[in-house]
């Protein structure tokens, strides 16, 4: 192989932070016809980046880590990491369908509920739906908060 130029580097570092042709296009602000010839020149293909992802997503989930730790910590999509464990057929935890918040971001919910805090603020602070703090709440018997009458 020859020298490298400048492209060569970034597009050969990028794939290996795991970096996809389109994100590595959008980074480097090139056309993505560039990234795929140097790609293709250097022997590096996208399957290989999303093999060892999905292999890390798995590992990652069955350590017990929820899916926004995932997608925080590999700088993913909550999304992405769900269906990643979907085609990879990872028996999913219990609760897991609907809420994608640690064992420990629930019981604060649950608590933090009890004390008063509105859906809203929770969905907020979460970082996830209003439904999704409204089901937590449904499943551990949490009441709506009703505004106080005023005497």
């Not at 980074?27 to 890390?56: A, C, N, P, Y």
């Not at 918040?101 to 979460?126: C, M, Y």
């Amino acid at each position: 192989m020859g020298k490298l130029n400048k492209y060569d580097a970034d597009v050969i570092r990028l794939h290996g932070l795991g970096w996809s042709q389109a994100r590595i296009t959008r980074e480097l602000g090139v056309r993505q016809q560039l990234v795929s010839r140097i790609m293709s020149r250097l022997g590096l293909r996208t399957q290989d980046i999303h093999i060892g992802r999905d292999k890390q997503i798995v590992r990652m989930y069955q350590d017990g880590l929820s899916y926004r730790d995932i997608a925080s910590n590999l700088k993913l999509s909550h999304g992405l990491v769900w269906r990643t464990l979907h085609r990879m057929n990872v028996p999913m935890r219990p609760g897991a369908y609907d809420v994608c918040l640690s064992p420990t971001e629930i019981d604060e919910v649950v608590k933090q509920s009890r004390e008063g805090v509105t859906v809203k603020n929770l969905a907020a602070h979460f970082n996830c739906s209003e439904s999704t703090i409204t089901r937590i709440r449904k499943q551990y018997g949490v009441q709506r908060n009703k505004p106080e009458a005023k005497q």
